[in-house]
């Protein structure tokens, strides 16, 4: 079955804020030089690529989704944004360091975008990442496949949306293609959605749109309400609705060979 995922940037903006939020902390890691030049992938709709730009780096946004891009692009003149898909880009030695956050685990063929992501870093250059990790919100995605499969939409639940590696996982894919890994650390981090009342039925319609994918409307309002009351126990307190986010933080840098430093 054909997936197709759709963004919802005035969303993603209004009620989904603290995914890029939460990015403020990885800026700490990447510590952008100015007149470096650097990529964003899975920039969204540009707001940490803006923060990289104002720290005086060369700085270029791609993502796969348009709506995104455009945006992004509305909003921050000044900076290029591109449309790519992170299993397909390549720009060869082009940059001193690539950045990403909340965006590698919707690229389900990592080995593909880890080699896209070497071949498009200088010799030395660095890879500063954060998304989500092994068990990252595993209580959500078990409860609406189960509502997926009540409701008659086994394709539906069968469908791999995200890719979630342990730690040791994904470094070893990453010296696998040539890295040293720098850090490797894993940890949770429950997130207070912002729709104080219909937080997780909000986070399933933003997020969630290749597991709905061709279903109606209002089934898709049925399915995600039952699932956020399935939720409810656990997921609501103090009237504010949470995720069971865990996130995977990297740095890796690729090795200046001798014929590169001679």
Same mark, same amino acid.
């Given at each position: 079955?054909?997936?197709?995922?759709?963004?919802?940037?005035?969303?993603?903006?209004?009620?989904?804020?603290?995914?890029?939020?939460? !990015?403020? %902390?990885? #800026?700490?890691?990447?510590?952008? &030089?100015? /007149?470096?030049?650097? +990529?964003?992938?899975?920039? !969204?709709? %540009?707001? #940490?690529?803006?923060?990289?730009? &104002?720290? /005086?780096?060369?700085? +270029?946004?791609?993502?796969?989704?348009?709506?995104?891009?455009?945006?992004?692009?509305?909003?921050?003149?000044?900076?290029?944004?591109?449309?790519?898909?992170?299993?397909?880009?390549?720009?060869?030695?082009?940059?001193d360091a690539i950045f990403s956050n909340a965006a590698l685990h919707w690229m389900t063929q990592p080995e593909k975008v880890i080699q896209n992501i070497y071949q498009s870093l200088k010799p030395g250059g660095r890879l500063v990442a954060e998304f989500g990790g092994k068990g990252n919100i595993q209580s959500i995605q078990k409860v609406l496949k189960e509502q997926l499969l009540q409701a008659g939409y086994?394709?539906?639940?069968?469908?791999?949306?995200?890719?979630?590696?342990?730690?040791?996982?994904?470094?070893?894919?990453?010296?696998?293609?040539?890295?040293?890994?720098?850090?490797?650390?894993?940890?949770?981090?429950?997130?207070?959605?912002?729709?104080?009342?219909?937080?997780?039925?909000?986070?399933?319609?933003?997020?969630?749109g290749a597991y709905l994918s061709n279903i109606p409307a209002a089934r898709q309002q049925e399915i995600a309400t039952a699932t956020q009351a399935t939720l409810k126990a656990t997921h609501y307190r103090d009237h504010q609705w949470y995720a069971d986010y865990r996130r995977l933080r990297i740095m890796a840098t690729k090795p200046v060979m001798k014929e590169d430093s001679a």
């Open positions: 079955m054909a997936i197709s995922i759709s963004w919802d940037s005035n969303l993603y903006q209004q009620s989904h804020a603290f995914v890029y939020q939460y !990015g403020e %902390g990885l #800026l700490e890691l990447l510590l952008p &030089q100015s /007149g470096e030049k650097i +990529l964003d992938l899975g920039c !969204g709709t %540009g707001e #940490l690529t803006e923060s990289i730009y &104002q720290q /005086g780096a060369d700085v +270029l946004g791609i993502d796969s989704a348009a709506e995104m891009i455009a945006k992004a692009k509305q909003l921050y003149p000044a900076i290029p944004f591109e449309v790519q898909d992170g299993h397909h880009f390549s720009y060869s030695n082009a940059f086994p394709e539906n639940a069968a469908t791999q949306v995200w890719y979630f590696p342990s730690t040791g996982e994904y470094a070893s894919l990453l010296e696998a293609a040539g890295f040293t890994v720098r850090l490797a650390q894993w940890y949770e981090r429950e997130t207070v959605l912002q729709d104080t009342k219909e937080g997780i039925v909000q986070w399933i319609q933003m997020f969630c």
